[in-house]
């Protein structure tokens, strides 16, 4: 089967066809807005889809806010944003219990943490106690204060940015909290013709402040259901494993990627297929998003840290060193 074409019953095929269209309309609709970032548009369209969460890093000013208000505006969905520094405390994300002196009971005052798109900028400034707060809402999209336990809507995405931690003042994400980011990636900067671009869109009103619902947000929880009926062929799931269980035994590598970047390879990889049309999964998938899903997940021995040596290098060798099981894929 050609690549874009459907398989299977109807119902899936109409299925696929919704996924696609959505995608299409929310990336067109975000270009309005972000020049010449199609790629990491897409790779965001997948994390809604897989309902995971992605790290942004990359030094400041170069749209990672306006990325995130676009994709929310794009989609009807409430936005939320939460500015990092080292006085954050952990209510100021989760929200806290207030007495009300009129009906002499507690209430809550529900935090920034209640929304769909929630957007931790400079997500490293803060201490490690208000980083801590967000491993239960990215990992269990609830929040836990004073013992009572809430549900957090859907779908609900927490968008990440840092700047590299090179820069003063700042403080490394734990690894627990890097392994519930489905996807890091970086921005960089636009081309020359594409900053030229820009500076005509913005040389009157600001294209955010006319940016229009595009697409219905709340169908995002049943589409991402969808994606989970994806075909993955037992050759292209041997791939998976094989490449998650070669960064586990690289001389390179201290700690390797966790059972749970083996499932963000395997959810992500079936999100891109539904995106370009398709109701299977091929090696080229999972060869593209390995480097965004696998990466943050490693730790470099500090031997080979100080020989250059980094996780994206490393899994990219792995890449180009794991063969993929000749059998035919099953379409």
């Known amino acids: 089967m050609r690549n874009g074409e459907f398989s299977g019953s109807g119902v899936h095929c109409r299925a696929m066809e919704n996924i696609r269209a959505f995608a299409d309309s929310l990336r067109a609709n975000v270009e309005r807005v972000i020049v010449g970032k199609r790629e990491t548009i897409d ?54 219990n207030i007495f009300n002196q009129e009906t002499r009971q507690f209430q809550f005052m529900a935090g920034p943490a209640f929304t769909h798109i929630l957007l931790a900028d400079e997500i490293n400034r803060a201490t490690p106690r208000a980083q801590s707060a967000l491993l239960e809402c990215m990992g269990e999209r609830q929040v836990t204060v004073d013992g009572e336990t809430r ?78 009926t994806i075909r993955v062929d037992a050759t292209v799931r041997d791939y998976i494993v094989a490449l998650v269980q070669a960064t586990r035994s690289h001389p390179d590598l201290a700690l390797g990627a966790s059972p749970r970047g083996s499932l963000a390879l395997f959810r992500a990889a079936q999100a891109r297929a539904a995106i370009a049309g398709r109701a299977y999964v091929l090696p080229d998938d999972v060869q593209a998003l390995a480097p965004l899903t696998l990466p943050h997940r490693c730790i470099v021995h500090p031997e080979s840290a100080l020989r250059g040596r980094s996780a994206a290098q490393i899994v990219a060798e792995i890449l180009a060193n794991t063969p993929l099981s000749l059998g035919e894929i099953e379409q």
């Not at 990672?64 to 989609?75: D, I, P, V």
């Not at 402040?209 to 991402?224: C, F, I, K, N, R």
């Open 43 to 96: 790779t965001l369209i997948l994390a809604l889809l897989c309902e995971g969460h992605v790290l942004l890093e990359d030094v400041p000013g170069v749209g990672k806010t306006m990325l995130a208000r676009a994709l929310a505006l794009s989609m009807g969905l409430d936005f939320r944003r939460i500015q990092c520094t080292p006085d954050l405390l952990p209510s100021d994300i989760t929200g806290v």
């Open 151 to 228: 549900v957090l809507p859907r779908p609900f995405l927490v968008l990440a940015t840092q700047n590299p931690i090179e820069y003063e003042g700042t403080f490394p994400l734990p690894e627990a909290q890097l392994d519930r980011f489905l996807f890091k990636l970086r921005l960089g900067y636009v081309s020359a013709e594409e900053e030229g671009a820009m500076l005509v869109n913005l040389g009157g009103r600001h294209p955010i402040e006319t940016l229009a619902v595009a697409v219905d947000g709340s169908q995002l929880p049943s589409m991402a259901e969808a994606v989970w």
